[in-house]
């Protein structure tokens, strides 16, 4: 009998535990962009790591159950590096951080974001290149990541991205040739505009995908 009631003593702190790791791990994840960027104007002042969870943060969605499913910073003037652990945001859909000065790589983490449904990073000054990880946001819908400095071949496998309704890749510095499959089948040259050294679609059947473009 006693036995059994250290048993279920163990199961429900162990439970408990469990639940206080996931929130605190998500603040974790948000506190940890908090302190790599630059914020003049003080939009992450309420941004307060002692709290259970990040859900009264400004800026911050949460579904019913206590997850972030939403980051909205756009046009925040936030200035410095995006951080690896946004890829913890297991149940993130929209990551808006759109028109900031954001600088350095995109981390190839954000493809660990399996229900993301919109990464809005354009007109920052984001460099490196375009992680062929996101191929693995299987419910992605727009992708924009116009307007940065973003260098290197556009990832073949984003092709296989089949929920794309927008892609906006222009106004970067990508090379190569750009894929014309998959769900890319739809999307106009509009979609790779002013990248000087990308030299246009692919010729299926004629030129290796890896062997056009100035990418040297
Ligand atoms: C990007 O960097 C350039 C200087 O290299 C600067 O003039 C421009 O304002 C920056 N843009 C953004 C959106 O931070
Ligand atoms: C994510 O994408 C990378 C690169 O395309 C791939 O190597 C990896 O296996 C993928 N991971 C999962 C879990 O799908």
């Not at 003080?42 to 709290?51: A, I």
């Not at 297991?90 to 808006?96: G, S, V």
Request: net charge positive.
């Amino acid at each position: 009998m006693i036995f059994h009631l250290v048993a279920i003593f163990l199961i429900l702190t162990e439970d408990l535990f469990v639940v206080t790791a996931n929130a605190n791990s998500e603040g974790d994840a948000l506190y940890a962009l908090r302190r790599a960027v630059k914020d003049p104007n003080n939009v992450l002042r309420s941004w307060d790591p002692t709290l259970v969870d990040p859900c009264t943060w400004f800026h911050v969605t949460c579904d019913d159950h206590n997850r972030v499913t939403r980051l909205d910073l756009g046009h925040a003037k936030l200035s410095g590096r995006l951080v690896p652990e946004l890829g913890r945001l297991q149940h993130l859909q929209f990551l808006e951080l759109y028109k900031n000065e954001l600088v350095g790589p995109i981390p190839k983490e954000l493809g660990n974001l399996k229900n993301l449904v919109s990464l809005g990073l354009y007109h920052n000054n984001l460099t490196g290149s375009i992680p062929s990880t996101l191929s693995n946001l299987s419910n992605l819908k727009f992708l924009r990541l116009n307007s940065n400095k973003l260098t290197g071949r556009i990832p073949r496998e984003l092709t296989k991205l089949a929920d794309l309704k927008i892609l906006d890749l222009s106004n970067n510095d990508l090379c190569g040739t750009f894929p014309t499959s998959g769900s890319f089948s739809k999307f106009s040259e509009q979609s790779f505009k002013n990248n000087p050294r990308l030299e246009g679609p692919e010729l299926m059947g004629f030129v290796r995908y890896d062997n056009g473009g100035r990418c040297k």
